[in-house]
């Protein structure tokens, strides 16, 4: 399976700024995947990254709160932009592998909002 | 699409085998079952997936019924370090390119207990 490389692993922001967050593949992937996962709480996928096209938000998420980037097969971003404390999550990247049979996670970013 | 039901928590004697229930009744006949788990601070981790038939890895065992409304993750012979939640997830195709999203329910906290 994939190797993810994510970062920062955790970060502690103002309100108001913008965090960016990097997930980097070790191999060529087709679909990476991010996801929010609020304390306590499970996870929700925000949106689905594709490479050279605009990713793909889920009910609820919008471009201009979390603009993603996907410049090649093995990089993404997620920025959380005008943060309040309601972002503090963790937000996790995915990529599928073999047209979807098999699914591998980052270890994720633990985001604190203050 | 597909939702699934799991129990909120779980207690298992360690060295014992845990048995996780999920029921996802309204489950297609194209729609595969996926189990993860989350390990606390942790990117979750693919633990086996099935379509129709039983499956087995070296982690665990996957019993679906044969009206595939529900199935059972079998972990079998479990340590303090199989302490997680639980997540059965029913896969939906998003597209006709086959890439494939996976949706989280509240899963099952399982606890090993020593």
């Known amino acids: 399976s994939a190797v993810i490389s994510q970062k920062p692993s955790r970060d502690i922001c103002q309100r108001g700024t913008s965090l960016t967050i990097q997930c980097q593949v070790d191999?060529?992937?087709?679909?990476m995947f991010w996801y929010r996962q609020q304390p306590g709480q499970s996870l929700t996928l925000i949106a689905t990254?594709?490479?050279?096209?605009?990713?793909?938000?889920e009910s609820g998420f919008v471009i201009d709160k979390f603009p993603i980037s996907r410049p090649n097969l093995t990089f993404s971003t997620l920025t959380v932009s005008n943060m309040s404390p309601e972002d503090s999550s963790i937000y996790l990247c995915?990529?599928?592998?073999?047209?979807?049979?098999?699914?591998?996670f980052g270890s994720g970013t633990r985001l604190t909002v203050v | 699409d597909a939702k699934t039901t799991q129990p909120t928590s779980m207690d298992c004697a360690e060295g014992r085998a845990a048995n996780l229930p999920c029921n996802h009744s309204?489950?297609?006949?194209?729609?595969?079952v996926y189990w993860y788990r989350q390990i606390h601070s942790q990117g979750p981790q693919y633990i086996i997936h099935?379509?129709?038939n039983n499956e087995t890895n070296e982690m665990a065992s996957l019993i679906i019924t044969e009206d595939r409304k529900s199935s059972t993750l079998i972990l079998p012979h479990a340590t303090l370090r199989d302490t997680a939640v639980y997540y059965c997830?029913?896969?939906?195709?998003?597209?006709?390119?086959?890439?494939?999203?996976?949706?989280f329910g509240t899963g099952t906290r399982l606890t090993i207990i020593p």
């Open positions: 995915s990529v599928d592998m073999v047209q979807g049979i098999s699914y591998t």
């Open positions: 191999s060529q992937v087709t679909m």
């Open positions: 990254a594709n490479q050279g096209s605009e990713a793909t938000y």
């Open positions: 309204t489950i297609s006949g194209n729609e595969y």
């Open positions: 099935g379509l129709k």
């Open positions: 997830i029913v896969r939906v195709e998003v597209s006709n390119f086959g890439n494939e999203k996976l949706t």
